[in-house]
């Protein structure tokens, strides 16, 4: 489940968005002013994409812009305004966004780019995970490995050290077919003598945990992680 964050202080027209984006199956967390989306961000919080009015009665729509680049630069952000089309279209691509509406707009039009945005940027591939800075997008998770948070939408799932270093084993080798031996260095160590049947226990308690990885077995060798 991809998770949209909405900036947008019309309150009519937000609850308006965030119905719709919602029909599509996606989580939506919506913010009506500057202050409260720039919280979310020092808490380094990133979705999977940012749709943002840049007009906001508290806080300057391009700054938070800048914000959520200089936190991720490679998140998508959809940004709309009732202003000067050109002058915001060419300053908010200048500043890293990926698409522009000019206000008024039907929300379906919203809707349409915002999914064929998550398309390019998170399934463009079905062979490799979409990587931005210290965080590993793998819908509908988000890795953060600077904090050694898994989050699915605003629920953290807690791993162990050892259920964490598993995963990133397989994010960092998606689609690759790694065997028990290989599994065992990368998450007890060269100097682990025990048995390869703990890499089997782990799997199982990481599968248990997050259910939307697709870790395949590999008899008589080991596991690979595909695309959901």
């Known amino acids: 489940m991809y998770q949209i964050y909405l900036v947008e202080d019309e309150e009519n027209l937000n609850h308006l968005l965030t119905s719709y984006l919602e029909k599509e199956g996606w989580s939506v967390t919506s913010f009506f002013n500057g202050t409260d989306a720039s919280i979310a961000l020092k808490k380094r919080q990133q979705p999977h994409l940012w749709i943002l009015d840049i007009m906001l009665p508290d806080a300057d729509g391009f700054e938070l812009l800048r914000e959520i680049k200089a936190l991720d630069a490679d998140v998508p952000v959809i940004f709309i305004s009732a202003r000067d089309a050109d002058l915001d279209r060419i300053l908010g691509l200048e500043l890293g966004s990926d698409d522009y509406l000019a206000k008024p707009f039907l929300p379906r039009e919203l809707v349409v780019r915002a999914k064929k945005l998550?398309?390019?940027?998170?399934?463009?591939?079905?062979?490799?995970?979409?990587?931005?800075?210290?965080?590993?997008?793998?819908?509908?998770?988000?890795?953060?490995?600077?904090?050694r948070m898994v989050k699915e939408g605003e629920k953290a799932i807690d791993l162990t050290s050892k259920e964490f270093d598993l995963l990133l084993a397989f994010a960092n080798n998606f689609t690759y077919a790694l065997s028990r031996e290989q599994l065992l260095e990368k998450v007890w160590g060269i100097n682990y003598f025990g048995s390869d049947r703990a890499v089997d226990d782990l799997v199982r308690r990481l599968r248990k945990k997050m259910p939307h990885l697709r870790i395949e077995t590999i008899y008589g060798f080991g596991y690979r992680m595909m695309a959901p």
């Open 118 to 147: 998550l398309q390019r940027v998170y399934e463009k591939s079905a062979n490799h995970l979409f990587h931005s800075a210290h965080l590993i997008h793998c819908p509908p998770y988000i890795i953060d490995v600077e904090k």
